[in-house]
Structures are given as structure tokens and as C-alpha cells.
């Protein structure tokens, strides 16, 4: 049987909450379509206090950037995009294109063509997150695409050293400090001095993830990437500090970020709440964790592995760890999440930060329908079609001028019986 020990807040205020959102988005993205980049500029003096003579940084101020860096520091940076760049091109290769003859002079095919140009968001004004540029930018570039700009908020009131040396390393081609809805908006929308993109990429806060949905349709989007969620999924081989620690390494992104632990483990169930504070009270974070964990944290005890895998298929968390005794059992039975982290040497951290796979990842249960960022994001597959014969469109196109016929379509039956009486005289 399924007990939940703790629960968060209830979905009604998380549904009051969402309509706010929804409101204020919409607001700002007609405002901004409206006026273009006044309006870009008035948001970011609003929310960031950022008004700079330029929100595209020049080339002597990336370069002064990446001069900046420690040599450690880039080096690490360098180590982190050499992970990520290897299992993208990885993933890369495992797309092709095909052309093949399905019935005699009749060749069907398809391309794997880049998008001509993206935009990659960079959540920076509460933590400087550099590994999104490597996730966004540099996975981008490894599919081909030729235009990549980016954009982030500035930092301490100035655009992060960190971050531009990482987008530049990773090889964006225009770099912006310009952040929230209104970054959205001028990547999507355009304005005076920024060219609009095809499709927009990267998480973000509520309000970011918001404007990506609200703009689908005219740009595309990677996915919605809205406030971080985890989930832990363990039995009773791991302690309750460990978890507590895992759960709280996410819940330290945002207030309204959900951290769930689903256990066999009672004692685990039951130590969890002191392992909790404790951890607490060694991180600089912890207002921010605490808060997301009294509003968002949850503790679910069950009876079985099948029991655990069936809560984690209903939330569909962004991050699951999975520490059990086979974790392997989760990776062959579940099927939606955002990203897996098997066994307990490996934790969420790695995949956010270092290790090559992307941390672009669904959230708010779209991991029902999708995964998460990877090359082939960037990537439209359009299907072609050769008739070789007039035999084979002849025989064609008897088939189609009778289902056509079936639909009342007759606009679509001539244009299979104009061939069909073209070429029949030579077969």
C-alpha cells in the first residue's frame, strides 16, 4: 500500500499560482510585440535593474571575459564541454538519412536537416548556471545549426564572466546580457537589433517556461523546462543523510521546486525529516531549499518496487535517482522521466554539471511525451518522393484515384487521374 508521509502544497494553489503566471507572460510578450525594443529595455531595467548601452556584448568584452577566468577554472569548463560535446555527437550519429525503393520506380527518402537558427536562454540572475550554455549552445553547433545566439541575465549587475567564456567557448555566435520573459520575447519575437530565431531553447523559472509555450507555434521550442524537480527513488541499501542530501541538491534552484523521495524504506521514511534539517544547516542555500522543501517536498512510503515504480510513472519527475538494490529494473521499466540516475555513486549533480548527458530535461509531467535536449532537438527530418516510371505512376495512381474517390476529394482524384490518362498510353 502506497502511504504519503509528507505531502506538498495542494494542486489548487498550484493551479492559482500557474494562472498568475499565465497572466503577467501574456501581458509582457504583447507588450513587447507591440514596442519592440523599448519595451525589452523598460522589463530589463524592471526585473533586473539592466539598462546597458547594448545588450549584445562586443567582441572585446567575450574576450575580456574569457581572459578573466582562472586557468582552473577554464579548464573545467573546457573538461565539462568536451563531455558534452563527445555524447552529442554520439547521439548525433545515430541519426541518418534514408532513400530506398519501396515498390518498382517508386523511392521514398528523408533528410536530417539543422534549423538555420536558434536561441539558447541561460537561466544566470539567481546562480550563474554556466553548464546551460554547454547544454544548449554547444549541443546546437554539434547538430550544425548555423545561427546560435544567446542569452542571459546579468549578475551582481553585470553580465557573468563565467557564463559568457562558456558560451563563446561553446561556439554561440551572438552573445546577449538580457534575461526573464523579456529575453524570451526578443529571441522569438525580434526587435530592432535582434533577428528572431526559429526555435528557443534552455530552462528557466516559471515565467521563462511560460513564454516558451505561450510563443510555440510561431517559434519552436526545445520542451517545457519550468523550475527544477527530483525525485529518489530508493530502498533501504542507502542512508537517510544521502538522500536527504540528493533531494536538497535540486531543492536549492527555487522555492517552488518540487523534491520527492519514494521509498520501501520506513526507517528511511521516518529519518528523512531530521536528515532534512541537518543537511539544512550546512548550506549556504537554505532558505531557498528549506522553503521548497516545506512547500514542494514530499515523502512517499511503499511496500514494493512495483508500488515505487508506479508513483514515479504518475509524477513523471524531471531527475529521478534511482538508488536500490538494481536500479537496472527501473531503467528497463520506466517510462517517464526526464533523466535517470542509476545507483548511488552517481547523483543528479554530475548530469547538471559534467558528465555529457544533456540537463535541458522535461518537467511538469512532460516526460510523458518527451525526453530531453540532445542534437537531434535541432534537427527537422523532411521526407522526399521520386516516381521513376510512368508504370509506377500509373499504378499509383489507380490506387490513390480510388481513395481519393472514397473521400469525395476531387481535386485530389484529377491529379491522379491526369497522370494516370497521361501515361497510360505508354505502358
Not at 567575450?62 to 560535446?85: G, H, N, P, V, Y
Not at 518537467?363 to 521520386?386: D, E, V
Not at 505512376?393 to 484529377?414: D, I, P
Request: hydrophobic share 40%; with cysteine.
Amino acid at each position: 500500500m502506497i502511504h504519503h508521509i509528507k505531502r506538498g502544497k495542494a494542486p489548487q494553489a498550484k493551479l492559482q499560482a500557474n494562472a498568475l503566471v499565465q497572466t503577467t507572460v501574456q501581458a509582457i510578450l504583447s507588450d513587447i510585440e507591440q514596442r519592440g525594443e523599448s519595451a525589452v529595455r523598460e522589463y530589463s531595467e524592471k526585473f533586473d535593474k539592466w539598462s546597458p548601452e547594448a545588450f549584445r556584448l562586443s567582441k572585446a568584452q567575450i574576450d575580456s571575459a574569457i581572459d578573466s577566468l582562472s586557468s582552473q577554472a577554464r579548464k573545467d569548463i573546457e573538461f565539462a564541454q568536451t563531455q558534452i560535446r563527445r555524447f552529442a555527437q554520439i547521439q548525433l550519429s545515430t541519426l541518418r538519412d534514408v532513400e530506398v525503393e519501396t515498390l518498382p520506380g517508386v523511392v521514398l527518402g528523408h533528410r536530417n536537416i539543422p534549423m538555420k537558427s536558434v536561441g539558447c536562454y541561460i537561466p544566470g540572475g539567481k546562480y550563474p548556471l554556466i553548464a546551460s550554455a554547454h547544454m544548449s549552445v554547444l549541443t546546437a553547433k554539434v547538430a550544425g545549426v548555423d545561427r546560435v545566439i544567446a542569452c542571459a541575465p546579468p549578475f551582481d549587475g553585470k553580465p557573468s564572466p563565467e557564463i559568457v567564456a562558456a558560451m563563446a567557448l561553446a561556439g554561440a555566435d551572438e552573445i546577449y546580457a538580457l534575461g526573464g520573459v523579456q529575453a524570451i520575447a526578443a529571441m522569438a519575437l525580434g526587435t530592432e537589433s535582434i533577428a528572431p530565431v526559429d526555435m528557443i531553447v534552455g530552462p528557466g523559472n516559471a515565467f521563462v517556461a511560460e513564454a516558451k509555450r505561450q510563443l510555440f507555434g510561431r517559434v519552436g521550442i526545445d520542451l517545457l523546462a519550468g523550475p527544477t524537480e527530483t525525485m529518489v527513488i530508493c530502498d533501504d541499501s542507502v542512508d537517510a543523510e544521502l538522500v536527504a542530501v540528493d533531494l536538497l541538491g535540486q531543492a536549492e534552484h527555487g522555492p517552488t521546486s518540487p523534491a520527492v523521495c519514494i521509498t520501501t524504506s520506513r526507517s528511511i521514511a521516518e529519518q528523512l525529516p531530521a536528515a532534512i534539517e541537518s543537511v539544512l544547516s550546512r548550506l549556504e542555500t537554505r532558505a531557498v531549499a528549506a522553503q521548497s522543501w516545506t512547500d514542494y517536498g514530499e515523502i512517499i512510503l511503499c511496500d514494493s518496487d512495483e508500488e515505487m515504480l508506479q508513483e514515479s510513472e504518475r509524477i513523471a519527475s524531471e531527475h529521478v535517482q534511482v538508488m536500490t538494490r538494481n536500479p537496472d529494473w527501473f531503467l528497463q521499466n520506466m517510462r517517464s522521466y526526464g533523466a535517470l540516475f542509476l545507483g548511488h555513486r552517481t547523483n543528479v549533480s554530475y548530469g547538471d554539471k559534467v558528465i555529457g548527458t544533456n540537463h535541458t530535461l522535461p518537467t511538469m509531467g512532460a516526460g510523458r511525451y518527451t525526453g530531453g535536449l540532445w542534437a537531434g532537438k535541432f534537427i527537422k527530418t523532411h521526407t522526399y518522393q521520386r516516381v521513376l516510371t510512368d508504370e509506377a505512376s500509373v499504378m499509383v495512381g489507380e490506387y490513390c484515384s480510388r481513395l481519393c474517390a472514397l473521400e469525395h476529394m476531387a481535386g485530389h482524384k484529377e491529379q491522379a487521374d491526369i497522370r494516370v490518362r497521361r501515361f497510360a498510353a505508354n505502358t
